[in-house]
Nanobody, 113 residues
């Protein structure tokens, strides 16, 4: 069974940037489509971005033009570059193997006004 570990969250002012990382182990990372999700208390988990094994990325409308998902298959690592952060981006962010129900523990992103 694979394992995912997120890092890179923190507190940032609105308009700032953060880069999240997701280190994968125990799986053949390169063949798996991956995704970033986020969740705030009392709300359903929201899909933020996905990236195919071939590197094709897709984004939720709420983050298009501000977030960028990428992957380094040599390092078994998924990334989420978040720019021009807004207070509404505050959430716990999770990475996941799409279609395989493998999740990380999450990393908290808090954007202050």
């Amino acid at each position: 069974q694979g394992r995912l570990v997120e890092s890179g969250g923190g507190l940032v002012q609105a308009g700032g940037s953060l880069k999240l990382s997701c280190a994968a182990s125990g799986m053949i990372f390169s063949i798996n489509p991956m995704g970033w999700y986020r969740q705030t208390p009392g709300k359903e988990r929201e899909l933020v971005a996905t990236i195919s094994s071939g590197g094709i990325a897709r984004y939720a409308d709420s983050v298009k033009g501000r977030f960028s998902v990428s992957r380094d298959n040599a390092k078994n690592t998924l990334y989420l570059q978040m720019n021009n952060l807004k207070t509404e981006d505050t959430a716990m962010y999770y990475c996941a193997v799409l279609g395989n129900d493998i999740w990380g523990q999450g990393t908290q992103v808090t954007v202050s006004s």
